[in-house]
């Protein structure tokens, strides 16, 4: 596959369900065009996806009610570039540790992921996390997050927390032109990580 180093022009928020405006919002601070996405028409009108954070397992089913899942799918194993936040992680991921036989993902980066595993939503909590190639810490909101139980050898593993059981979990994860968050950054105010998956490589 050929690659451009451009960044993506008009970016897709995939508009199920989760923080659509705060993601197009964040979109646009940076200069691409946020555009939203709900049928495979308006996917075809972008040139990278945001997966917002949301229900996985409902919007699984919303993505094979809209006629999304398999466009998405093709669109994603050509390369385009995509960002996964809370239940967008989970849907990118290649495993869904206890997830229902119906639900779907996407296998776009290499990490086995458990729902709702740092805890229900009086769980939910804020910390200043140190990512990979930053230079000060960047502030986290979890709400409901998913743990990564395991990660594939080509996975980046670009920040980590101590969950509950005393071990260190990836929480933000890259790997080509994907990249997942276990939590919601588009809730801080900080461009970082959306400047991060706007500077992934594009396919030509």
Known sequence: MNVAASRPERVGILALQGDVREHARSVAELGSVPVEVRTPGDLGKVDALILPGGESTTMSLLLESSGLLEPVRERLQLGMPAFGTCAGMILLASEVVDG?????????????????????????FETELDVQGFDRPLHAVFIRAPI?????????????????????????????????????????????????????????
Not at 101 to 123: K, L, P, S
Not at 174 to 196: K, T
């Open 148 to 204: 990564v139980e395991w990660v594939g050898p080509d996975v980046e593993v670009l920040a980590t927390v101590t969950g509950k059981d005393g071990q260190e979990r990836p929480v933000v994860c890259r790997q080509g032109p994907v990249i997942v968050a276990a939590f919601h950054p588009e809730l801080s105010g900080d461009l970082r990580l959306h400047q991060e998956f706007l500077a992934a490589p594009m396919p030509c």
């Open 100 to 124: 229902r036989a119906d639900q779907r993902c996407f296998g776009a980066i290499d990490i086995g992921v458990r729902r709702n595993a740092f805890g229900r939503q009086v769980d939910s």
